[in-house]
Structure formats: structure tokens, C-alpha cells
């Protein structure tokens, strides 16, 4: 059997022993509403290269995986879903992940084995912790966040403060509109991801855009639409093109701002 579809089961509660079927390639089970546990073999199907868990609203686990030919992996709108699943070996064939609508609060370290992922979306989260492990994932090029209540980094350490001095990350482009983004928030992220291009804060809270921007040498496009709070300019990425910064209503003058320019 290689395909195995369970989408909109109302009665189905879990899904069973999956271990003798190692030639299944499709495994879905969205929208079932009253699904709340998943067998650990669901986790270590060699051959599996889609599975979706899209809508499972009661599944508050999932088991960890080490899913060789994974592709797809769907767990949006699993809104009780507390922990992404911990990444057992390394898996190269997952390209994009969206978490749309869960309860995630941060990523396990583990995530980082998911070696080729290329862009990660984060919509419709509560708070979220960004992990430091996304520093040492050289594929990842893009996140796209709508974190409603704020993104947080992880508590100040010696092995934190090592990697994020020492590492930053690939990301060219950085969308993180309506993310709640507080002063003490943009600053980290310039130094996490100083290598973007193209970086999208519109409708954030921040009232200063600091000095450090100046070391994103490579910023082509900046956005701060709608950033109501904003109130001074500090500094401009030396190869910038594009400001949007349409409704900015606190910036009241922009003088040292065009000083920097010209």
C-alpha cells in the first residue's frame, strides 16, 4: 500500500501500529476532528514522502519522526498542538514548511535537521521563541512570520550568546509583519540575520529603528508600513534601494534621516 487517506474521519480517535506498511508514500488524516493520539511508527516510515495532520484540533503530540523521503509535512490548524515533533536524523527532502494556526511556542534544536528546508511559515501563532538553531540551517532563505503576540528570543546563556555571536544566519528574506516586534526585539534580529535582502516589519510596535541596520550590507528593501510607533531613524543599510514606510503617523521628522541618505 502506498496511499492512505483518513481526511474528514469524524469517528477515527487515533491512528494504529503503521509499521508494516513500508511501502506507504501518502499519509493523511485532516480535519479529523476527535483524532487525538498518533502511534510512534507514523515517525519512521522510510518510504513516506507526504503527511498531513491539517485540522486535527484535538491533537495536543506528535510523535517524534525520522522520516528519510518526508517532502510535506502539514500540521497546520491544529490549534491544541503544543510541541513540533522532535527530528530524529537528518532528512533532506523537506523544501518548505508552513505552521499555520497552532499552538507552538518554539521550535526543539532538533529542528535543525530538517538540513534543507528553504522557507518556514509562522502565521497565526500566539507568542513564539525563535531558536538559535535556525543560525546553522545554510538552506533557509525565507521566513514569513504572523506571530500576533510577539516573538521572543531564547533566555540569554554562554551557548546561546556563543552561536549568536559567532554564526549568522543565510536568510535573504525576512517577512515579519503584524509580529507585535518590541525595541528590544529589532536590534537581535539585525544581528541574527544581517545577511537579509529583503525585510518586511510593517505593523510592528518599535519606536526606533537602531544604528545596527547599517551592517546589513546587503538590504536591498526595507518595509515599515503602518509601523504606527515609529518615531527616529537611526541608521540606513549602506546599499538600500526601497524604504516603504507609508503610515508611519510618529515619524515626525525625517531630516537626519535624508542626511544619511544623501
Given at each position: 500500500?502506498?496511499?492512505?487517506?483518513?481526511?474528514?474521519?469524524?469517528?477515527?480517535?487515533?491512528?494504529?501500529?503503521?509499521?508494516?506498511?513500508l511501502?506507504?508514500?501518502?499519509?493523511?488524516?485532516?480535519?479529523?476532528?476527535?483524532?487525538?493520539?498518533?502511534?510512534?511508527?507514523?515517525?519512521?516510515?522510510?518510504?513516506?514522502k507526504?503527511?498531513?495532520?491539517?485540522?486535527?484540533?484535538?491533537?495536543?503530540?506528535?510523535?517524534?519522526?525520522k522520516?528519510?523521503?518526508?517532502e510535506?509535512?502539514?500540521?497546520?490548524?491544529?490549534?491544541?498542538?503544543?510541541?513540533?515533533?522532535?527530528?530524529?536524523?537528518?532528512?533532506?527532502?523537506m523544501?518548505?514548511?508552513?505552521?499555520?494556526?497552532?499552538?507552538?511556542?518554539?521550535?526543539?534544536?532538533?529542528?535543525?535537521?530538517?538540513?534543507?528546508?528553504?522557507?518556514?511559515?509562522?502565521?497565526?501563532?500566539?507568542?513564539?521563541?525563535?531558536?538559535?538553531?535556525?543560525?546553522?540551517?545554510?538552506?533557509?532563505?525565507?521566513?514569513?512570520?504572523?506571530?500576533?503576540?510577539g516573538?521572543?528570543?531564547?533566555?540569554?546563556?554562554?551557548?546561546?550568546?556563543?552561536?549568536?555571536?559567532?554564526?549568522?544566519?543565510?536568510?535573504?528574506?525576512?517577512?515579519?509583519?503584524?509580529?507585535n516586534?518590541?525595541?528590544?526585539?529589532?536590534?537581535?534580529?539585525?544581528?541574527?540575520?544581517?545577511?537579509?535582502?529583503?525585510?518586511?516589519?510593517?505593523?510592528?510596535?518599535?519606536?526606533?529603528?537602531?544604528?545596527?541596520?547599517?551592517?546589513?550590507?546587503?538590504?536591498?528593501?526595507?518595509?515599515?508600513?503602518?509601523?504606527?510607533?515609529?518615531?527616529?531613524?537611526?541608521g540606513?543599510?549602506?546599499?538600500?534601494?526601497?524604504?516603504?514606510?507609508?503610515g508611519?503617523?510618529?515619524?515626525?521628522?525625517?531630516?537626519?534621516?535624508?542626511?544619511?541618505?544623501?
Amino acid at each position: 500500500m502506498k496511499i492512505l487517506n483518513f481526511d474528514d474521519a469524524d469517528f477515527l480517535t487515533e491512528i494504529p501500529d503503521a509499521s508494516s506498511l513500508l511501502n506507504l508514500e501518502f499519509l493523511s488524516f485532516e480535519r479529523c476532528k476527535n483524532l487525538t493520539t498518533i502511534h510512534e511508527s507514523v515517525g519512521l516510515l522510510e518510504k513516506l514522502k507526504v503527511l498531513s495532520a491539517q485540522g486535527c484540533r484535538k491533537l495536543r503530540r506528535f510523535p517524534p519522526v525520522k522520516l528519510i523521503s518526508l517532502e510535506e509535512l502539514n500540521l497546520s490548524f491544529c490549534t491544541n498542538l503544543e510541541s513540533f515533533p522532535e527530528i530524529l536524523g537528518t532528512m533532506k527532502n523537506m523544501k518548505n514548511l508552513v505552521l499555520e494556526e497552532t499552538s507552538l511556542k518554539e521550535l526543539p534544536t532538533s529542528f535543525q535537521n530538517l538540513t534543507h528546508v528553504e522557507t518556514l511559515q509562522l502565521r497565526c501563532c500566539g507568542v513564539f521563541k525563535l531558536p538559535s538553531c535556525i543560525l546553522k540551517m545554510p538552506k533557509l532563505v525565507e521566513i514569513i512570520g504572523w506571530v500576533s503576540e510577539g516573538w521572543q528570543f531564547p533566555k540569554s546563556d554562554e551557548a546561546e550568546d556563543k552561536v549568536s555571536s559567532m554564526v549568522s544566519s543565510n536568510v535573504e528574506s525576512l517577512r515579519l509583519a503584524f509580529c507585535n516586534l518590541s525595541d528590544e526585539f529589532v536590534p537581535i534580529t539585525l544581528t541574527w540575520f544581517v545577511n537579509v535582502k529583503e525585510l518586511y516589519l510593517a505593523h510592528n510596535n518599535f519606536t526606533i529603528l537602531p544604528e545596527c541596520i547599517k551592517d546589513c550590507h546587503l538590504l536591498r528593501e526595507l518595509c515599515v508600513d503602518e509601523c504606527h510607533y515609529l518615531q527616529e531613524v537611526r541608521g540606513i543599510a549602506p546599499n538600500l534601494k526601497i524604504l516603504y514606510a507609508r503610515g508611519c503617523k510618529s515619524w515626525t521628522s525625517t531630516e537626519m534621516f535624508m542626511n544619511q541618505v544623501f
